[in-house]
């Protein structure tokens, strides 16, 4: 399996950008995604996760009702819609497999070992 993010880019606070990240050699059926971040200095961190089992959505306080995850079966590609940037935003954006649709709640939408494979990561920067 291998996870290719993109999207990222500069961009000056209270844009926007939209992330893709897209699987190959997997069927992207059953799954569950999660969108982490790591900003210069800083521990990575969970952004959002998204499951096809039930549906269910997961947003980091930071960014719930600025984000917005989805994804596109057809395309084998999931996205993280990011609004109202701002430069708190700025870091290197990561996609996560994990190959169990489980749903995403507080309790494992973030939680590391869940996810079985990860993308190389797209740059986000975020100028005020």
């Known amino acids: 399996v291998q996870l290719q993010a993109s999207g990222g880019g500069l961009v000056q606070a209270g844009g926007s950008l939209r992330l893709s990240c897209t699987a190959s050699g997997f069927t992207f059926a059953d799954y569950a995604i999660g969108w982490f971040r790591q900003a210069p200095g800083k521990e990575r961190e969970g952004v959002s996760c998204i499951s096809s089992g039930d549906g269910s959505t997961y947003y980091a306080d930071s960014v719930r009702g600025r984000f917005t995850i989805s994804t596109d079966n057809a395309k084998s590609t999931a996205y993280l819609q990011m609004n109202s940037l701002s430069p708190e935003d700025t870091a290197v954006y990561y996609c996560?497999?994990?190959?169990?649709?489980?749903?995403?709640?507080?309790?494992?939408?973030?939680?590391?070992?869940?996810?079985?494979?990860w993308g190389q990561g797209t740059q986000v920067t975020v100028s005020s």
């Open positions: 996560a497999l994990d190959r169990l649709p489980a749903p995403c709640t507080y309790r494992n939408s973030f939680y590391y070992r869940r996810y079985d494979s």
